[in-house]
Antibody, heavy 116, light 107 residues
Framework: QVQLVESGGGVVQPGRSLRLSCAAS????????MHWVRQAPGKGLEWVAD????????YYADSVKGRFTISRDNSKNTLYLQLESLRPEDTAVYFC?????????WGQGTPVTVSS | DIQMTQSPSSLSASVGDRVTITCRAS??????LGWYQQKPGKAPKRLIY???SLQFGVPSRFSGSGSGTEFTLTISSLQPEDFATYYC?????????FGQGTKVEIK
């Protein structure tokens, strides 16, 4: 069955960096675009970034453009999100999702807290 | 960016009620819309894709309709496990956008 498992979240000070990972299994990872979506505490869902199946194309929300980098390693079935110059407003649970007519499968999320 | 306006933001309903949630897109998105259910502390779960196609395994009391700019999620007979927050998601443009969410509470 399709599984997406995020990791790498934690508490980090403003201005610091963090790398999130999403390990995929149960499907041909290299055939699908992948996405990151976040949810701030008590708030709605916000799309963050996506990457094409082969990594050749990436897109970002304006709120993270220039600070976050999405990447993937198809040999390891893993999606990444590098978060840099973190701000308190980046505090959220970060979900990875498989891109198929929108997002069909989601991971359980990894929390990121940006606080001094 | 395409804006999605979802209404209502919350509603109170009883078990057995018919519930309707609406999303309006700021420009035409064909049928590139999905509906998601989220319970506290959990990941979103897709209910409907392509505006009106029922996700495998989702009960038939859930249905979606619409195309272009107006979309509707209907729960024909609300069940206790349906109390949750619902979101629409447009994926017509490279920058996806979600509706603000509708919290369905017990009356």
């Amino acid at each position: 069955q399709v599984q997406l498992v995020e990791s790498g979240g934690g508490v980090v000070q403003p201005g610091r960096s963090l790398r999130l990972s999403c390990a995929a299994s149960g499907f041909t990872f290299s055939s699908y675009a992948m996405h990151w979506v976040r949810q701030a505490p008590g708030k709605g869902l916000e799309w963050v970034a996506d990457i094409s199946f082969d990594g050749s194309n990436t897109y970002y929300a304006d709120s993270v453009k220039g600070r976050f980098t999405i990447s993937r390693d198809n040999s390891k079935n893993t999606l990444y999100l590098q978060l840099e110059s973190l701000r308190p407003e980046d505090t959220a649970v970060y979900f990875c999702a498989r891109g198929a007519a929108g997002a069909d499968y989601w991971g359980q999320g990894t929390p990121v807290t940006v606080s001094s | 960016d395409i804006q999605m306006t979802q209404s209502p933001s919350s509603l109170s309903a009883s078990v057995g009620d018919r519930v309707t949630i609406t999303c309006r897109a700021s420009q035409g998105i064909s049928n590139d819309l999905g509906w998601y259910q989220q319970k506290p502390g959990k990941a979103p779960k897709r209910l409907i894709y392509a505006a009106s196609s029922l996700q495998f395994g989702v009960p038939s009391r859930f249905s979606g309709s619409g195309s272009g700019t107006e979309f509707t999620l209907t729960i024909s007979s609300l069940q206790p496990e349906d109390f949750a927050t619902y979101y629409c998601l447009q994926h017509n443009s490279y920058a996806w956008t979600f509706g603000q969410g509708t919290k369905v509470e017990i009356k």
